[in-house]
């Protein structure tokens, strides 16, 4: 004979309910919060591309005056360079003329009274 039927139960008690809900997080911070956010950060931006903007037009104005006052020193200093080269240049004509009867040095081989200005060489 065979062993006599049972049917399997619940546990005593019930069962544990089960979990169906959706566990969802909250939605975040709400649509004013963030406008306010992004208006924050915009107009902080603004203010900082604003001092940008200050701070680049001085430095701009100080380029400028700077350029103002070296220029008079620059123009003496190419002048006294031109003047230098001048006296070399007439040294040397003297040395390779020196034979040739009737030549000055460093006078115009034009024979007119414009003037002309000297050779000017980059190098």
């Given at each position: 004979m065979a062993a006599p039927y049972r049917q399997d139960m619940p546990p005593a008690g019930g069962f544990e309910?089960?979990?169906?809900?959706?566990?969802?997080?909250?939605r975040g911070p709400g649509a004013y919060a963030i406008l306010g956010g992004v208006t924050a950060i915009c107009a902080y931006g603004f203010y900082r591309l604003g001092?940008?903007?200050?701070?680049?037009?001085?430095?701009?104005?100080e380029k400028v005056w700077t350029?103002?006052?070296l220029?008079?020193?620059l123009m003496a200093e190419g002048d006294r360079d031109q003047y230098r080269r001048q006296q070399a240049a007439i040294a040397r004509?003297?040395?390779?003329m020196k034979d040739v009867p009737g030549w000055e040095a460093g006078k115009s081989v034009y024979h007119n009274d414009r003037k002309h200005s000297p050779e000017v060489r980059i190098a």
């Amino acid at each position: 004979m065979a062993a006599p039927y049972r049917q399997d139960m619940p546990p005593a008690g019930g069962f544990e309910s089960i979990k169906y809900k959706r566990n969802l997080p909250l939605r975040g911070p709400g649509a004013y919060a963030i406008l306010g956010g992004v208006t924050a950060i915009c107009a902080y931006g603004f203010y900082r591309l604003g001092q940008g903007n200050l701070e680049r037009r001085e430095l701009e104005r100080e380029k400028v005056w700077t350029r103002i006052h070296l220029l008079p020193i620059l123009m003496a200093e190419g002048d006294r360079d031109q003047y230098r080269r001048q006296q070399a240049a007439i040294a040397r004509e003297k040395e390779i003329m020196k034979d040739v009867p009737g030549w000055e040095a460093g006078k115009s081989v034009y024979h007119n009274d414009r003037k002309h200005s000297p050779e000017v060489r980059i190098a």
